[in-house]
């Protein structure tokens, strides 16, 4: 069935260490993104990225680095840089081009702990 | 910029009820998206039901039916003999019809459904 699969589930990390977050789809969508949760709060978009090669910072990017070097992929970095980095993090695919605002398609989610 | 507002925190209802999920949005364009996501305790986001701005009427998906009313930038979501697999968090979203990439998520509405 197609997807998209993150990991791990459940990480944690401890203060001043990077770590990264799996996203692979095999939807064959152009189009990724990653969201950051928070109690109380709606999602809000992280980076997102439309073709291979190529992405775009969304409205919290501070701290935060992203990858898209296969179509399948978009793994996000979360740096020691990210201040609060505690938080659930969904990834999403949607296709693009003429059909307009696209349905997203979310990934399970990864639970980030800083300890 | 779009801006989604969900003014109910929590809501309940008695299994085979009927209960409304309020959702008000701000949107300067004429040419956009709205959505109801379900997010329940997995975590896993799922569409429930997508409204086209242009269509006038009101969207429905078996149980799910919203209330589309344009001019009051209004799209509340109607679950009709509740079950208890529809507790969840619910979230309303608003999409610029020429950007899907700056999806707005409200703060969400926790559903408790009671036996």
């Known amino acids: 069935d197609g997807g998209i699969t993150q990991s791990p589930k459940y990480l944690f990390r401890k203060e001043g260490q990077n770590v990264t977050l799996s996203c692979e789809q095999n939807?064959?969508?152009?189009?990724m993104y990653w969201y950051r949760q928070d109690p109380g709060q709606g999602l809000r978009l992280i980076y997102y990225s439309q073709i291979v090669n190529d992405f775009q910072k969304g409205d919290i990017a501070e701290g935060y680095s992203v990858s898209r070097e296969k179509k399948e992929s978009f793994p996000l970095t979360v740096t020691s840089a990210q201040k609060n980095p505690t938080a659930f993090y969904l990834c999403?695919?949607?296709?693009?081009?003429?059909?307009?605002?696209?349905?997203?398609?979310f990934g399970a989610g990864s639970r980030l702990t800083v300890l | 910029a779009q801006t989604v507002t969900q003014s109910q925190p929590e809501m309940s209802v008695q299994e085979a009820e009927t209960v409304t999920l309020s959702c008000t949005y701000d949107?300067?364009?004429?040419?956009?998206?709205l959505f109801w996501y379900k997010q329940p305790p997995s975590r896993q986001m799922i569409l429930v039901i997508r409204?086209?701005?242009?269509?006038?009427q009101n969207a429905t998906e078996n149980r799910f039916s919203v209330n589309f009313q344009k001019a009051a930038k209004s799209f509340s979501l109607k679950i009709s003999d509740s079950q208890l697999g529809d507790a969840a968090m619910y979230f309303c979203?608003?999409?610029?019809?020429?950007?899907?990439?700056?999806?707005?998520f409200g703060a969400g509405t926790r559903l408790t459904v009671k036996p």
């Open positions: 409204q086209e701005a242009y269509k006038q």
């Open positions: 999403a695919s949607t296709t693009t081009g003429r059909a307009r605002a696209n349905v997203l398609t």
């Open positions: 979203a608003s999409v610029n019809g020429y950007n899907n990439n700056d999806m707005r």
């Open positions: 939807l064959n969508h152009d189009a």
């Open positions: 949107t300067s364009e004429s040419d956009y998206y």
